[in-house]
């Protein structure tokens, strides 16, 4: 079946502690009330995959949230934004993946995370007609992705991802879209008062 199996409280879908949720109202049988990064208490219902044909792809900035990719998917008629954090593993792995995908079909994506080695370590599996879809940009085969760069913020070392994202969104430009029957849909900052925060 494509879409998640409730529909009720809204088409935003995040991803948190490795399952997808989606916001609902209050009392909604099965939904669980949590307290996000702004402070806000919310409830939601979780769900461990989502099917549906991605329609578009953007990049909103938020003075309060940040910046954030929004995957727009169709399922069952309906619309569906997978909204993840520009800077995120899980939007960073089906980047990685799309040129794989055969983006005018359906396809399926799975979020994971598990505690390895005392750290959380996020995951996400993409299938599509019953076939696991590989990322068309890996460490042996980078295709001209660049290499992260450690650089030192405030006397810590940190990774930094920004060369990686630019590559990215260069390609979605460039491969994905047009495929999508959008245009180069983000060239800088753009301002949004829809996007969630999670």
């Not at 929004?70 to 593993?89: H, R």
């Not at 007609?129 to 001209?144: C, E, L, M, R, V």
């Not at 992260?148 to 940190?158: A, E, F, P, R, S």
């Amino acid at each position: 079946m494509s879409g998640l199996n409730n529909r009720e409280g809204g088409k935003f879908i995040t991803i948190y502690q490795g399952k997808f949720c989606i916001r609902v109202p209050e009392g909604t049988e099965g939904s669980f009330s949590r307290v996000n990064k702004i402070g806000k208490e919310v409830n939601e219902l979780f769900y461990d995959s989502f099917t549906g044909v991605l329609k578009n792809i953007k990049v909103k900035d938020s003075p309060d949230y940040g910046k954030n990719w929004e995957f727009v998917f169709e399922a069952d008629g309906q619309k569906y934004t997978l909204q993840l954090s520009y800077s995120n593993s899980f939007a960073t792995a089906l980047l990685k993946m799309l040129p794989n995908i055969d983006v005018s079909k359906e396809f399926t994506l799975s979020p994971s995370m598990k505690l390895v080695e005392g750290k959380n370590q996020s995951s996400l599996f993409v299938n599509q007609d019953g076939k696991s879809i590989k990322h068309a940009y890996t460490k042996d085969n980078p295709n001209g992705l660049p290499d992260m760069l450690k650089i030192k913020v405030k006397g810590q070392d940190t990774w930094d991802d920004s060369d990686r994202l630019i590559f990215l969104t260069e390609m979605i430009n460039r491969d994905i879209l047009p495929k999508l029957g959008q245009e180069e849909e983000y060239k800088g900052t753009k301002e949004s008062d829809d996007v969630e925060p999670f």
